[in-house]
């Protein structure tokens, strides 16, 4: 297994869109075994294949605090989203970087695991907002995209800020 470069926002390559999980071979499953790799790595509870710059409809997602409950996702789609709730969400693609979205509380969703079995099911909580951030970035959005225009302007001056500062050390 190997860990993968997290792309950081505003690298544009965040707003690729995935495509479709043609044939989930050997190659497919390798690519989620290093997903789920560098989402441990960067402490992360969910990964998708755009924010390793790879444009495939996968999502890996983790909820345990013991790093054992993994979940991969091929070809993840929303079929029904139920109520509004706000919760806090932070993105390993913009780093260091907190703010209470509004989402759906509960959906009903379907994907293929690793062996080409359609799941449909329903879930609510963090899993459910979670599959929903994750499906977002495979849909070249961020999680940053549902705050207000000075609130994503401030987040990019303050990280071409921290950039530039880096790049002097």
Request: include cysteine; proline fraction near 3%.
């Amino acid at each position: 297994m190997a860990l993968l470069e997290v792309l950081h926002f505003p690298d544009d390559r965040l707003r690729n869109v995935a495509k479709p999980v043609e044939t989930i071979d050997e190659k497919i499953r390798e690519l989620a075994a290093n997903m789920l790799e560098t989402m441990y790595a960067e402490n992360g509870i969910g990964l998708a294949a755009t924010q390793v710059n790879i444009a495939k409809r996968i999502v890996v997602i983790d909820l345990s605090e013991a790093k054992d409950e993994a979940m991969v996702l091929i070809n993840p789609e929303i079929l029904e989203l139920h109520g509004i709730e706000s919760m806090k969400e932070g993105c390993l693609s913009v780093p260091d970087y907190f703010d209470i979205v509004e989402r759906a509380e509960s959906i009903k969703y379907r994907y293929q695991n690793l062996d080409g079995d359609i799941i449909e099911s329903e879930t609510d909580g963090l899993l459910a907002v979670c599959i929903q951030h994750e499906i977002d970035h495979l849909n070249g959005k961020l999680f940053i995209d549902y705050l207000s225009p000075l609130k994503r302007q401030r987040l990019k001056k303050k990280i071409e800020k921290l950039e530039k500062q880096q790049t002097v050390l």
